[in-house]
C-alpha cells in the first residue's frame, strides 16, 4: 500500500539526476502529468491572473512536441479555462480534477454525476452565493465542482466565512478540500485527479503501460496527492511544497514552484538535447 512520508528535497537542476540517476532514457517514452496553478504557473491573488514563466512554457512546448513525449495537464480549473491558459497543441487536458478529459483530437470522455448529485450541486451553489459570496469571497462555478475563494476576505473574517462554507459544501453532499486561500467542493465520486491520470494513461498506452513508459507527475495541492498515490511505485512525482516537514505520497518535494522550469529543462536535456 502506497503510504505518505516526508519525501527527500530536490533544490537545484544538478540534483535531478544525481537523485534519479538514468531513470529518464531518450529512448523511452515519457508521460508527463502536470497540475496548472501553482505548478506551472506560480499561485496569483487571482486566478485570472496566472500565467506559466516565459523560460517554462518554452520548455514545455519544446518537450511537447517531441514524438516520445506525452504531455497531459490535470487541473482543478474548469476544461476550458486550463486549455485557454495552457494552449500547447498535442496535449491532453482533464479539467474539474478530471472528471472532464478532452483529447488532443478533440474527442472527450466525461464522468456522467447522477441527477441528484447535479440537483445538489446546483442547490449548493445558489446557497454559497447567498450567504458567503460577501466581503471579497467569490464562488468560481466550474460546472461540476466549484472553488469558494476568499483570498481578498479581510482576515478577522476568514475563519467564520470559510467554515459556513464547509458546512454548506457538507450539507449537499459534497467534498470541502482546503486549497490556496480557497475551498473545492468536489462531487461525491470515486473519481480523483489519481483516478484520471490512470484513465488518460491506459487509453494513451493500454493496460500495461507501466512495462513501456515512464511517468513523471507534479503538483502542488491536496488533490495532486490522489496522482501521486496511485503512480507510487510506478512512476516518479514531485511535491512543491514550502512545508519542510509535509507528509506526501510524491517520492521527491521541490520547495518552490521556480523549480519546475528546472524540471523541465532536466527532462529536455535528455530528449531535445
Not at 518537450?63 to 504531455?71: D, E, T, V
Not at 480534477?97 to 446546483?122: C, F, M, Q
Not at 476576505?153 to 467534498?175: M, N, S, W, Y
Request: aromatic fraction near 8%.
Amino acid at each position: 500500500m502506497p503510504e505518505k512520508r516526508v519525501a527527500p528535497v530536490i533544490s537545484r537542476l544538478e540534483e535531478f539526476e544525481q537523485k534519479l540517476p538514468g531513470y529518464l532514457n531518450r529512448h523511452n517514452k515519457l508521460a508527463i502529468l502536470l497540475d496548472y496553478d501553482g505548478t506551472l504557473a506560480p499561485i496569483a491573488d487571482n486566478p485570472s491572473k496566472t500565467q506559466m514563466p516565459v523560460e517554462l512554457e518554452k520548455t514545455l512546448h519544446k518537450l511537447a512536441k517531441h514524438p516520445q513525449i506525452f504531455l497531459a495537464v490535470i487541473s482543478g480549473r474548469g476544461l476550458k479555462d486550463v486549455q485557454a491558459r495552457v494552449s500547447i497543441d498535442g496535449t491532453t487536458y482533464a479539467g474539474n480534477h478530471g472528471l472532464e478529459i478532452e483529447y488532443p483530437d478533440g474527442s472527450r470522455h466525461d464522468y456522467e454525476l447522477p441527477a441528484e448529485i447535479k440537483k445538489n450541486y446546483t442547490d449548493m451553489v445558489r446557497e454559497l452565493k447567498e450567504k458567503v459570496e460577501v466581503n471579497g469571497a467569490w464562488v468560481e462555478d466550474k460546472r461540476v465542482s466549484l472553488t469558494y475563494h476568499y483570498r481578498d476576505t479581510p482576515v478577522e473574517l476568514k475563519d467564520t466565512q470559510k467554515q459556513l462554507a464547509t458546512e454548506i459544501c457538507l450539507r449537499h453532499g459534497f467534498r470541502p478540500n482546503q486549497a490556496h486561500e480557497a475551498i473545492e467542493a468536489k462531487p461525491p465520486v470515486n473519481w480523483n485527479k489519481g483516478e484520471a491520470a490512470l484513465y488518460i494513461l491506459k487509453q494513451k498506452f493500454g493496460d500495461n503501460w507501466h512495462k513501456d513508459v515512464r511517468v513523471v507527475f507534479a503538483g502542488d495541492d491536496t488533490t495532486d496527492e490522489d496522482a501521486m498515490r496511485v503512480l507510487q511505485g510506478l512512476g516518479r512525482s514531485f511535491r512543491i511544497a514550502t512545508d519542510e516537514q509535509i507528509q506526501t505520497f510524491a517520492d521527491f518535494r521541490l520547495p518552490k514552484q521556480a523549480l519546475m522550469t528546472d524540471l523541465l529543462k532536466w527532462i529536455a536535456q535528455v530528449y531535445v538535447s
